[in-house]
């Protein structure tokens, strides 16, 4: 039982870094450093309710790949439709 535990965190751990990872460097779109802060903190909300999908996913990464970049999407729509978006766009 603590083998799996240990297990367990190593790899919501690895996740979590590669949610980290994502926003430092594998966003394709411009954002303030409170606005990855707060992305980064609701794409690991989903990842939290996402688990058991996650783990049983083929390729893990990728699904929370898939999570950080419709986050990212959904606030980007959000603040357009509030008409404060002003600086996103993707880089090349």
Known sequence: MELENIE???TV???L???DEYFAHRCPYKLSDEEKKELKQDAVIKLIEKYEKIKNSK?????????CR???IDYIKSQARHGRILHYHQSL
């Open 17 to 19: 870094n590669f949610i």
């Open 13 to 15: 751990t690895e996740w």
């Open 70 to 72: 419709n986050t990212t």
């Open 8 to 10: 367990k965190n190593q």
């Open 59 to 67: 390729s893990p990464k990728w699904y929370i790949h898939t999570i």
